[in-house]
């Protein structure tokens, strides 16, 4: 394996990323070929949600900034041009290793003014991308959440997670802990173009069986679903019957929006890979970042009756019930504001 280091004070991106110093590192392995990773001592980690009178969680965990998963979608790419990094192909390649993050988090849980609110992980960026299988971050932020019972959350698309199944196991024993899973869709020809760092839907979903199977419940957050690629009656019907064959609590969907960053990049896939559906998706989200509410709720109501078809019920206990209703609208055009996902 061959590392190249280049380490900078605490100007220039130190400054730029909110540390104390910064690491760049690229590794030259078929893994990781063609990803940079920045390393960071970051000054803090428990973040308050902007915003968050208007939200369902108000704090959050993210020990990464940029994401190898690449979704096409993701609306977490405006977020690098705030690290002068780009919000394109960076945002897959530039990633951001917050290296300290499980000893900062204990220090900030035992800190007087923490009163042990739940905390959401998988907001912003997967936890549980590529880079986690190197850097290892996870088991220190679990084991010190459950050190402390401090409630949580995890929203991912990674089967990483299951190497963490035995400290979820030891956390939901002392605290209430809820694990999501995102599948949109499980059109393989689809995943491979719109999301192609990502484990198959298949994989996901197997992963899901594995939490459950445990004793773990997990919800299924059938997000996104795109419009005209993955909407069609079948699609949605082959989606929902493998979510309910993985054993998942819940399914909620939640349509495609596309905020700026990843407006402009989801344009650009779409142009090259599907031309003739520019002119359609330009006129359904003329309006701004979200689909028509009419939209929304009609594939709110096909995928609810698919899952009551399927005998998908609601979750069985509070934690697994807690982060599907935390992703879920109250209304279905304002209320998509909540929708701080993988997406």
Known sequence: MRWENLTEGPTGPAALFGADAVVTRTIDTPEFRGITFHEVRARSIVNRVPGASRMPFEWTVNPYRGCSHACVYCFARKTHSYLDLDTGLGFDSQIVVKTNAPELLRRELAAPRWTGAHIAMGTNVDCYQRAEGRYRLMPGIIGALRDRAN??????????????????????????????????????????????GTPSPAARLNAVRTLTDAGIECAVLMAPVIPFLG?????????????????????????????????????????????????????????????????QRMITRQVHELAAEFGIGPARRGASRKIADRERPAAPAPAAVTQLTLL
């Open 151 to 196: 409630p949580f959350s995890i929203l991912t698309k990674g089967t990483l997670i299951l190497r963490d199944l035995p400290l979820l196991r030891e956390a939901a024993e002392v605290t209430e802990v809820g694990i999501s899973v995102s599948v949109g869709f499980t059109d393989a020809a689809l995943w491979r173009t719109v999301e192609p």
């Open 231 to 295: 909407d069609s009656p079948e699609q949605l019907r082959d989606t929902v019957r493998a979510v309910a064959e993985s054993g998942a609590t819940s399914v909620t969907p939640l349509v495609l929006h596309l905020r700026p960053g990843a407006r402009e990049w989801f344009t650009a896939w779409l142009g090259e890979h599907h031309p003739h559906l520019v002119e359609r998706y330009e006129r359904m989200y003329g309006g701004g970042a979200y689909a028509p509410t009419w939209y």
